[in-house]
């Protein structure tokens, strides 16, 4: 296995389950990847460098197929799990895991809105269970189509949804037009359209309109936080390898992959892995552009041109002394309130959003970035000393590439300010509270995570780079052209996230299971 990421351990922990010898080498000298928590940035705090809310893996069987939880894995449920506060005024709309307390929240805004929300969540979410399941397979169009079909079309209640055309309309519309055309609220309009930005593609983005109506499902599997960081989730999983008797070897950086006989030679950090099978668990133009000897030219040809993009957005973790307080007055936050728990949503208009994106296309990093703050310490004290707290921004859109005669570590300061500075705007009293931070810009992304060009995604996640066409249409069933050769993670089906579906299912495609 190349890369330990969550999806690597995944599919080797099945692998071992099912009696293989596996070995998993890994560059880093901490295992998963980008879901990682580090204990050595500010003394006594917990920081993630990469993903923090996980989600989609709590509609997968992954955990509980893998008995996670006898690994000591714990996960904190997050209610609300996202807050909208309407700068300067106390009040937000919450996102709860219940869709009625959710309603509730937004009728003191907008009655009308309530019950287009609830409407939104019915429809959207019998949708994407279709959906979801064809992300529990290899991608084909017989079984995406097939599945959405059987789930849906025969289905008495989805019939009216497929016959009609105003539903394949707005999955072909973008996204940021679905909810215009959905909701009339203002602040209700802004909080779904920066949720729906979080997974890459730009709200005017054709085809796009999933990206607004999958966040329903998170009515169905909540979102959680991994006790202790998101790096809990890699632990576990590698005490669940060891446990099945595969072997992980940190600080071991892949230099080549070649073909050995009818087997394989992989050498990293001065070792050589001979081996009857290679799953390629990194970003995958790494591997077919850099490490895969004698590899097929035209396919690392067209790698090398898959759309990665320009970055995507940079994220500053902060030690601090108190908890944002969203309102007028400079309150105290020594005390946690109920919006802590959730992904605090601060993005004043669409034209802030769209501000950003502009600039993003003009190779700049943008003057007025939107936020999403969390504030995981207020729901697991583990993170922080007793009476201090962590306090996450992450925040797009922020080009790697910068035509403007900067670089990013010029100005990595500087950029971090900005975002510390939007949460003082919304909650005056974190002015001055920061005891000390942790920046990666998209640059930092791609020398620690080996995420290129910022992507935290790896590939964009746009329709022409999903389901059977991704990472490309020839090997997007997790094989490689190769015999033996295998491929996972965040480049392949579905794509990025915290999910351990590709995981999964590699490890299905391998160990030749059926269903």
């Known amino acids: ?70 690994e000591g894995l714990e996960y904190i449920e997050m209610d609300p799990w996202a807050y909208y506060p309407v700068e300067g005024t106390g ?32 429809r959207w979410t019998e949708l994407n269970e279709g959906v979801f399941e064809t ?79 999958w966040n329903a499902m998170i009515h169905k599997c909540g979102a959680k936080r991994a006790k202790g960081g998101s790096g809990s989730l890699a632990t576990a999983l590698v005490k669940c390898l060891e446990r099945h008797g595969g072997e992980l070897f940190l600080g071991k950086p892949v230099e080549e992959v070649r073909k050995s006989g009818r087997g394989w030679e992989v050498e990293a950090g001065g070792m050589v892995f001979q081996t009857e099978k290679v799953v390629a668990a990194c970003h995958l133009k790494t591997f077919f552009c850099n490490l895969l000897k004698d590899g097929p030219k035209e396919l690392a040809g067209r790698m090398e041109k898959a759309r990665i993009g320009n970055g ?80 996450f921004t992450w925040a797009q859109y922020h080009s790697y590439e910068l035509r403007n005669g900067e670089t990013w570590d010029e100005i990595r300061e500087r950029e971090a300010d900005k975002l510390y500075d939007l949460v003082c705007q919304y909650a005056p009293n974190m002015k001055g509270k920061m005891i000390g931070r942790y920046i990666q810009t998209p640059l930092d992304l791609e020398r620690d995570l080996g995420l290129l060009r910022g992507n935290v995604m790896h590939f964009e996640m746009s329709l022409d780079q999903m ?37 999964r299912n590699t490890a299905k495609v391998i160990l030749g299971w059926r269903g």
């Open 1 to 70: 296995m190349v890369g330990a990421g969550h999806n690597g351990l995944i599919c080797a922990c099945y692998l071992a389950k099912a009696g293989l010898k596996v070995a998993v080498v890994e560059r880093r000298d901490l295992p998963g990847g980008a879901v990682c928590t580090r204990e050595d940035l500010v003394p006594g705090f917990r920081f993630d460098v990469g993903s923090s809310v996980h989600i989609m893996i709590h509609l997968t069987p992954v955990l509980a197929e893998l008995n996670l939880a006898r």
């Open 91 to 122: 009040r937000g709309i919450s996102f709860h895991r219940s869709v009625e307390k959710t309603c509730q929240s937004i009728a003191e805004f907008s009655p009308r809105d309530a019950e287009a929300y609830r409407k939104y969540v019915e």
């Open 135 to 213: 992300f529990l397979a290899p991608p084909s169009p017989g079984r995406l189509f097939g599945t959405i079909l059987k789930r849906n079309l025969f289905r008495p209640k989805s019939r009216r949804l497929w016959s009609s055309l105003d539903t394949a309309r707005q999955l072909m519309a973008p996204y940021g037009e679905v909810i215009q055309e959905t909701f009339e609220n203002e602040h209700l309009r802004t909080a779904m359209l920066w949720l729906s930005a979080q997974s890459g593609p730009a709200p005017g983005e054709v085809a796009s309109g999933d990206m607004f109506g």
């Open 312 to 391: 995507f957005g940079m994220v500053v973790r902060h030690a601090v002394e108190e908890l944002p307080v969203y309102g007028r007055m400079v309150e105290s936050g020594l005390q946690a309130r109920e919006y802590h728990s959730g992904m605090q949503l601060l993005c004043r208009d669409r034209a802030m959003l769209e501000s950003s994106y502009r600039d993003y296309l003009g190779y700049q990093p943008p003057a007025n970035p939107s936020v999403v703050a969390m504030t995981f310490s207020a729901i697991d004290p583990t993170l922080a000393p007793k009476g201090k707290h962590t306090l």
């Open 467 to 503: 389901f059977m066409f991704r990472p490309l249409p020839e090997i997007s069933c997790y094989r490689a052209p190769m015999k033996n050769l295998y491929l996972t993670g965040a480049s392949t089906h579905p794509g990025g996230g915290v999910f351990g579906a590709s995981g």
